[in-house]
């Protein structure tokens, strides 16, 4: 028995990274599992792990900037799974080399749409289904970024994924009453592969020994471990939180 035996999860962003080693974890905690994703390939793959892990699974092409496609991505999931319980909002990325004074109007919008928009139109269309079911549980994607100013963050990132840690509070209050939990995770360096594109070694060695504890980037199931406690039953009284997965941020 799984603790999430029963649930039906949706993880946006699922098909690589953070988001894939979520719809995993979640998986082998006992959930079914919907991908939506803009790559096609791997969400397919994704979900073919997941149905090797014994549970039912959709991919489903989707653009999280995008409100049509994520109230269908919504929709399908409670019509083809029967409801909708769980939520990873994982879409967010950041970019190298910009400042406060460096950033464009372009390059803001870019980043603050997919990293602050995308979560707040996922929670808009998931909590009226989660209500539907009678409660529920969602995880926003923050960062250490949004929690602690990180000079290697640029701003617009670092402003979204504050955002996030504030939406996630304030979307908690709103609807205690109703049954649906909303939290966050917020990583420092974790090693996915747009990470080790970005960075060599050497840089993530520096990164961590500046910013963390714990010297060391974390590893995606690290991260996943985190999002499966906050969407089980032994986090029924944790709501509003964002929990870092940082190894301890300076
Ligand atoms: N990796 C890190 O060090 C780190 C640290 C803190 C927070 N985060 C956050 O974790 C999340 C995942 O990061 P990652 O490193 O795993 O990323 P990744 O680039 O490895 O994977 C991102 C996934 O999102 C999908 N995607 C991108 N844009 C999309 C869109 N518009 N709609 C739907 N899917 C889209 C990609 O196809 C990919 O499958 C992001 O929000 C990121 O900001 C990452």
Redesign the pocket.
């Known amino acids: 028995m799984g603790v999430l035996d029963g649930r039906v999860a949706l993880v ?10 979520s719809a995993l974890a979640l998986a082998e905690a006992g959930a079914d599992v919907v991908i ?4 096609a390939e ?2 397919a793959e994704a979900r073919e792990r997941i149905v090797g892990l014994g549970r039912q699974s959709l991919f489903i092409a ?5 409100e049509e496609q994520v109230a269908e991505l919504v929709a399908r999931t409670v019509a083809d799974l029967g409801g909708l319980d769980l939520a990873l909002n ?5 970019e190298l080399g910009r400042t406060v004074t460096t950033t464009t109007l372009e390059s803001w919008n870019a980043i603050l749409g ?2 602050l928009t ?1 979560t707040w139109l996922a929670c808009k269309h998931e909590i009226p289904a989660m209500v539907e079911r009678g409660g529920g549980a969602i995880v926003n ?5 949004g929690v602690s100013p990180q000079v290697t963050a640029s701003p617009a ?1 670092a402003a979204a ?1 504050a955002g996030v840690v504030h939406l996630t509070r304030y979307a908690a209050r709103q609807y205690a009453d109703v049954g649906v939990r909303v939290n966050a995770v ?10 080790e594109a970005w960075f060599d070694a050497d840089a993530i060695a520096e990164e961590v020994a500046d910013s963390q504890f714990v010297a060391r ?2 590893l ?1 199931a690290e ?1 996943a471990a985190a999002v499966v406690y906050l969407c089980s039953p032994a986090a029924a009284m944790v709501t509003g939180h964002t929990l870092p997965v ?1 190894g301890g941020v300076r």
């Open positions: 946006t962003g699922g098909a690589a990274g953070i988001g894939l080693a939506g994703d803009l790559n791997a969400g989707t653009d999280a900037t995008d994982n879409v967010g990325r950041g997919l990293s995308s994607m923050a960062s250490s970024a990132y994924k917020a990583p420092g360096l974790t090693l996915t592969r747009r990470v980037a974390a995606p991260v940082s």
